[in-house]
């Protein structure tokens, strides 16, 4: 999986309104990469915008959101398709709006960079912290339950039952052993209201410090979490929800 960083500036200043901005998004790239599958890619809301059903844009100001092209055989056509539309300066629709992209960012520490499971499992485990923070930084959906999860340990789940998916391997032994593997030191919430589909319901988001105590695991536990990371967590993940960063 690769993340980056796409910078668009507005044709003209113009108000967004409606729900779940990032699902407008999603569909956009859909439009020009009809080759991928929807879950093939996943998108964010523009940064800083998540939580805002209305919010103004302007001509004069670049806005960045993030893309992560799940399947890497994708990213290297994604790039060049993406790098022409910017050096033809070509508009690049959202839903009826107009935008320009202004650049393509791929050396941002926080939000970019890739993810290849072989590889974090062959590091040394030396070179992993025992430490690991992990923030939340827009809310987890369980739609079959019609809420926002809330919690470490249904977050986990949720992650486990992902990631036991991706590696076509079975994890769900490490819910009975995660206290002889990892200490969850701190558990930090807050609540958001947001908007789905005309209804503001409350959700979370938050910070959740860990210290892997079984040395054996480490690189397990890195892979679990940064697989988090890019994939992101529960429903609704390909349209900017359960979003995690990891330091």
């Known amino acids: 999986m690769n993340s980056f960083l796409i910078s668009l500036s507005p044709v003209k200043n113009l108000i967004i309104t409606g ?7 999603h569909k ?10 929807t879950n093939d890619f996943r998108v964010s809301s523009f940064f800083e915008y998540f939580f805002e059903n209305n919010f103004f844009l302007s001509e004069e100001k670049n806005y960045k959101i993030m893309i992560t092209i799940k ?3 994708y990213f290297s056509s994604v790039i060049q398709k993406l790098f022409r539309k910017a050096l033809n300066k070509e ?9 320009k992209i202004k650049g393509i960012i791929s050396n941002d520490k926080v939000w970019t960079g890739y993810y290849d499971l072989k ?11 025992s430490n690991l923070k992990v923030k939340i930084v827009t809310p987890i959906v369980d ?22 998916e991706y590696c076509d391997e079975d994890f769900s032994w490490i819910i009975d052993q995660k206290e002889k593997i990892f200490i969850v030191k701190r558990e930090k919430y807050y609540t958001k209201d947001i908007s789905i589909d005309g209804i503001i319901k409350k959700s979370y988001v938050g910070e959740i410090d860990i210290e892997i105590s079984e040395k054996y695991y480490k690189n397990l536990i890195y892979a679990i979490f940064m697989f ?5 967590v529960g429903d609704m993940s390909k349209y900017g929800f359960g979003q995690m960063l990891i330091k």
């Open 19 to 25: 729900d779940n901005c990032s699902i407008e998004i």
């Open 28 to 37: 956009s790239f859909n439009k020009i990469f009809p080759e991928m599958n």
């Open 71 to 73: 399947k890497t055989e």
């Open 91 to 99: 508009i690049f629709f959202i839903g009826e709006n107009e935008f």
């Open 119 to 129: 590889e974090i499992m062959e590091k040394n485990q030396e070179e992993w912290r």
């Open 143 to 164: 739609i079959n339950k019609c809420k926002f999860i809330f919690g470490f340990d249904k977050i986990f789940h949720k992650i486990l039952e992902e990631f036991s």
């Open 228 to 232: 988090a990371k890019f994939n992101g």
